[in-house]
């Protein structure tokens, strides 16, 4: 039989086409607002328990607050961008990993860079993206800095991540935050939707902008995981 280049074709797409849900966990159709599982996995159903507090009077717990917020750099496809900014802050398309997170605590009247602009004045010498010498334009924005930082003033919570315990899923929830330093230096916030199996969503900006993905997608180990003193 002759093999002609459109049979090539057809063959090659079809094999990209059953390759993408398996990529990484589905991390291609994430990217792309598809949320697709496979419904043979088992159906695994984990308790809320998340802080009800509302300090600032929205109507929704501050960790919905959070999650709420981070969606929003979903929504209008935030351009991952990494950039100094005078005054430290970029325009509302554009951002990195980092951005994500002090924006997202913004919701609940937190601004994550003047509380480490303070604690980088007062204890230069912890955070390694200083070098001795503060530049609160940009190291607010550092994950090495935010790390150091949730690391000493945050709640900080398991590293591991197992599909399926119920009691180990309880640990993550909304609004969590968690930074992976091994490979990459990246960070996200721990979205409201879980997979089949029970493992949340994380919402993160990585090109070519910001998504919600299933973590479990990102193969780098997880170095912390923080949860806000509300």
């Known amino acids: ?10 063959v090659v797409l079809l094999v990209i086409i059953l390759f993408i849900p398996f990529y990484k966990n589905g991390i291609l159709l994430d990217f792309a607002g598809l949320q697709l599982e496979n419904p043979f996995t088992k159906k695994i159903d984990v308790p809320d328990n998340y802080s009800t507090v509302d300090s600032n009077s929205s109507g929704y717990p501050d960790p ?11 929504e209008q496809r935030t351009t991952y961008r990494s950039a100094y900014y005078a005054g430290g802050y970029p325009p509302d398309d554009e951002g990195v990993c980092t951005d994500v997170i002090w924006r997202a ?26 070098d001795g010498s503060p530049e609160p334009n940009i190291d607010f924005r550092r994950v090495p800095n ?8 945050l709640e900080s919570l398991t590293t591991d991540l197992i599909p399926g315990d119920v009691e180990n899923l309880q640990e993550w929830q909304p609004g969590d935050i968690v930074v992976f330093l091994d490979g990459f230096h990246h960070v996200a916030i721990v979205s409201d939707r879980r997979a089949r199996d029970g493992t949340p969503y994380i919402i993160h900006n990585s090109r070519p902008f910001a998504s919600e993905v299933k973590l479990t997608s990102l193969r780098t180990p997880i170095a912390g995981h923080y949860r806000w003193n509300y």
């Open 64 to 74: 919905i607050d959070i999650v709420m917020e981070a969606r929003k750099e979903v």
């Open 105 to 130: 605590l913004m919701a609940i009247d937190v601004s994550l860079k003047d509380l480490m602009d303070e604690d980088i004045a007062n204890n230069t010498e912890l955070y390694p993206r200083v």
């Open 1 to 10: 039989m002759k093999v002609t280049k459109k049979r090539i074709f057809f």
């Open 146 to 153: 935010q790390y150091v930082f949730f690391e000493r003033h």
